[in-house]
């Protein structure tokens, strides 16, 4: 508990903005780059959704592959 995750978003565009989705065992956990876990999260798995958009274009999201927190 504790660990902090981090989002490799990778390389986008110029002028594309970023916008995170993090969830908890389905449930909205945070919207930042990065996602603190939580004593409550052990056992559950943790996944984000980045959405890249940009003007006069469509929106991108990409979801990564669940992880989930260890029991300690």
């Known amino acids: 508990m504790g660990k902090t995750l981090k989002v490799k978003t990778g390389t986008w565009n110029t002028g594309v903005t970023l916008k995170y989705r993090w969830t908890v065992a389905g449930k909205k ?26 003007k006069n274009f469509a929106s991108v999201s990409k979801t990564s592959s669940p992880v989930r927190v260890a029991k300690r």
């Open 29 to 54: 956990a945070g919207t930042s780059a990065t996602y603190k876990v939580k004593k409550a999260d052990a056992g559950k798995r943790v996944r984000v959704v980045v959405t890249g958009s940009k």
